[in-house]
């Protein structure tokens, strides 16, 4: 666990009030967070009282043997600050020493900062910083034992009688202290920037954004952010590593190894259409479609062309086999149905869309050889347009091309899904939608 740092302005009212005998905000901040390390902000005037009558250092060091901890701290003397309601000096200056305290500290320290110690320009110099994000830390404030207004009484000050006195002292004192519900604007902006990239599926960048933010800030999505990532770029060894960490939710719709696979090409591929990157989406139905194609043989008339294949792994590829086809009728059917639709010369090589529609054709019901033939027609007329020519690619055109829009082209999809004998519901065609609102849903939840 790290530690935890104080950064305090010394005021009028510290160590104890001359008016009422209890701490005021630098001991009681100190009294309830019982930081590792304290900063003392002194002005001219501070100064002063501390080389009177050590008063600040000798609270500190009397409230830390009362609660029995090690007392580190460290002054920041302004000799020259007399004039405590410079707004534009306090906030340059508080920057400056701020940052140097946070390049001490380690990624698990936390830096706490007391509002309530010293002139108004201090107290809202400290705010605007961490408004605005040129400083993380916990803003914290302080009331007074009355509820009202502080009153300064500075003559015959006795610190050691005060602290004799201080009520505070006690097991049972009133913690009156309490966070400022502050987060910064750099903060809410970057989430806000977020949202807007995560509901646009734009994984990559939402990264960027979560890696240049603080940890603590992002600790409860960012994993959920590296996940959403990981499942477009379909990088199953990293979505399943990241699943055994537990994140917390499950958002693949299908488990089954079998067609999990598949299932998540085609979401990932739907993105594409949503992102309008429609030149990717029409290059990715091919081996949509050779997959689908084959589980529909499989599911529907319990044909397994994969017995009659194999596999290149170095070019990721499925070829049919000289050495199995050919060696049973089913299979020898095949090859004269294939000769006499592609002429005697035809030699089976890769396993392709269209010689699996073939057997389709042959084996399946009509609305599932109709669905079928469709959708190779669709690629037929686009694909190579798509991927072999520099042209624009719109959903105007994949219509005027093929006579059928994106959308429609992925209602034909999540038919062929139905044929194949996998049971995709609206809940899991929406399954990148639904971990988009989860996700949207963490972020800035805990501020």
């Not at 905000?25 to 003392?40: F, S």
């Not at 009558?53 to 090690?70: A, G, V």
């Amino acid at each position: 666990m790290g530690r935890v740092i104080l950064f305090s302005p010394v005021g009028g009212t510290d160590p104890i009030s001359n008016d009422n005998a209890r701490d005021g905000a630098l001991i009681h901040c100190c009294r309830v967070y019982k930081p590792d390390k304290v900063y003392l902000y002194m002005s001219k005037w501070t100064m002063n009282n501390e080389e009177e009558d050590k008063r600040y250092t000798y609270c500190l060091t009397k409230l830390y043997e009362l609660l029995n901890l090690p007392l580190e701290y460290e002054h920041i003397d302004r000799p020259e600050l007399e004039e405590v309601q410079d707004f534009n000096y306090f906030y340059d200056d508080f920057r400056i020493e701020i940052n140097k305290i946070m390049q001490t500290m380690q990624a698990d320290d936390r830096l706490i900062i007391n509002t309530s110690s010293g002139s108004p320009a201090m107290k809202s110099a400290l705010v605007v910083l961490t408004t605005l994000g040129d400083i993380d830390a916990t803003l914290i404030q302080v009331v007074t034992p009355n509820k009202s207004i502080n009153t300064h009484v500075h003559k015959d000050y006795d610190v050691a009688t005060l602290w004799d006195l201080n009520e505070d002292n006690r097991d049972d004192f009133e913690n009156r202290c309490s966070v400022i519900d502050c987060p910064s604007l750099v903060r809410l902006k970057n989430e806000e920037l977020l949202k807007k990239l995560i509901n646009s599926y734009d994984y990559v960048a939402a990264l960027d954004v979560v890696n240049m933010m603080p940890e603590k800030q992002t600790a409860s999505y960012k994993g959920l952010v590296e996940y959403a990532d990981y499942r477009l770029k379909l990088d199953k060894n990293d979505l399943m590593r990241l699943e055994k960490e537990d994140i917390g939710h499950e958002f693949l719709p299908v488990r089954i190894q079998e067609f999990r696979d598949i299932a998540e090409y085609a979401l990932a591929l739907f993105v594409k259409k949503k992102r309008e990157e429609y030149a990717d989406f029409i290059r990715g139905l091919t081996p949509l479609i050779v997959k689908l194609y084959i589980l529909i043989l499989k599911n529907e008339a319990k044909v397994d062309v994969l017995k009659y294949c194999y596999v290149d792994n170095s070019k990721a590829s499925v070829f049919w086999s000289d050495k199995k086809l050919g060696n049973d009728e089913m299979s020898s059917s095949w090859l004269a149905l294939w000769k006499k639709r592609y002429g005697h010369d035809f030699k089976p090589y890769f396993v392709s869309s269209d010689s699996l529609l073939a057997l389709i054709e042959t084996y399946c019901s009509r609305d599932t050889i109709n669905c079928s033939n469709r959708l190779r027609e669709t690629e037929q007329k686009i694909r190579n347009v798509a991927a072999h020519e520099i042209s624009i690619i719109t959903d105007k055109r994949v219509k005027q091309m093929t006579g059928y829009t994106c959308d429609e082209i992925i209602c034909d999809i999540k038919a062929l899904f139905k044929y194949s004998g996998i049971n995709m519901t609206d809940d899991s065609w929406n399954s990148y939608e639904k971990m988009n609102e989860t996700i949207v849903s963490i972020i800035g939840s805990e501020i």
